[in-house]
């Protein structure tokens, strides 16, 4: 196969392995990125570039692309077609591509989705799939078409969702998982052996974009769902609760592996041996790590160390 010219559009965490897999293959070019604009980002609200501008920047892509706007936006068409791409990429890139972008590519406009198409679509698939309680997610090679997500897919592969996986741990295991994929979706592409399969419309689930409200634990859900939260939120926004008239929030929480003989009041508090446990509608959890506004996160041991009385009896709100 010779030197295939690929655009590349991402911007996340997830996008970066795929990024690295395209420039480091030796049959591929990346004649260019497009991303998401710089944002503030940290407790002093620091201009911070994409993960995905990051990686270009140190490989020397030198033609990187941040428009805020995509749609109707013919300066950024006029730049990229005369990049004459062959393949465009897009691993999670933020932003609905126009049509008139999706045919730029010579060949074919192609998405690493972190989902078993059509279960998932939309922003947010890695971590609905584990609130959810999948037992398997996975990667699908698509066709980026107008409506979202909807396209044709290539290539898909299957990973088991365990109950330690959180939402970055799984995120890299599939990024990973989408790299590879992307490069072997390319090479069939070009050698005119891709086979395409539609979806099937009456399985489609919509993942809907995370807010920072979904992140409030609700302790009148059972334990179960409730862990499934705080692993699927693990890095953004992150699951919290009100106390004592503030946000804490909640990191790592287990079951117990005990019964106890507390009133199952939901959200109320319950400390033992230096140990922080919390009821929900169906039992009790363990909380092992947590975070009190403007401070660090710490072990409930520490957090209870600090405290200058007992909680116990305190409800999570």
Not at 73 to 85: F, K, S
Not at 134 to 159: N, P
Request: proline content about 6%; glycine content about 6%; overall charge neutral.
């Amino acid at each position: 196969m010779s030197s295939v010219k690929v655009l590349f559009w991402g911007t996340p965490d997830f996008a970066v392995p795929v990024l690295e897999a395209l420039i480091a293959s030796e049959n591929i070019t990346v004649v260019g990125v497009v991303t998401q604009p710089d944002k503030m980002a940290g407790r002093g609200k620091k201009l911070t570039p994409p993960p995905v501008k990051v990686l270009a920047l140190n490989h020397g892509v030198k033609a990187i692309f941040q428009p805020e706007h995509v749609r109707k936006n013919i300066e950024l068409r006029e730049a990229l077609t005369a990049l004459e791409p062959d393949i465009s990429v897009v691993a999670a890139y933020g932003q609905i591509i126009p049509p008139s972008l999706i045919a730029i590519a010579k060949y074919e406009t192609i998405n690493v989705h972190a989902s078993l198409l059509p279960r998932w679509r939309g922003a947010a698939p890695i971590a609905r799939s584990i609130w959810a309680g999948d037992e398997e997610t996975g990667v699908s090679i698509m066709k980026v078409v107008k409506a979202l997500d909807a396209g044709d897919y290539m290539l898909q592969e299957k990973t088991p969702i365990s109950a330690e996986d959180t939402l970055p741990v799984l995120t890299a295991r599939l990024a990973e998982m989408g790299a590879r994929l992307a490069l072997t979706a390319i090479k069939e592409i070009i050698a005119g052996s891709a086979s395409w399969t539609k979806q099937d419309e009456s399985q489609v689930t919509y993942a809907a974009m995370l807010t920072k409200a979904d992140g409030h634990i609700d302790f009148t859900q059972n334990s179960a769902y409730i862990m499934r939260q705080v692993r699927a939120l693990a890095s953004w926004p992150g699951t919290f609760a009100m106390f004592e008239g503030a946000r804490l929030m909640i990191h790592q929480v287990l079951p117990m592996s005990e019964a106890r003989n507390w009133p199952r009041i939901p959200g109320a508090l319950f400390t033992e041996n230096r140990h922080l446990y919390v009821a929900t509608g169906d039992g009790f959890l363990e909380i092992k790590e947590l975070q009190r506004e403007g401070r660090n996160s710490v072990s409930a041991g520490m957090f209870l160390a600090g405290m200058r009385q007992d909680i116990t009896g305190k409800v999570l709100k």
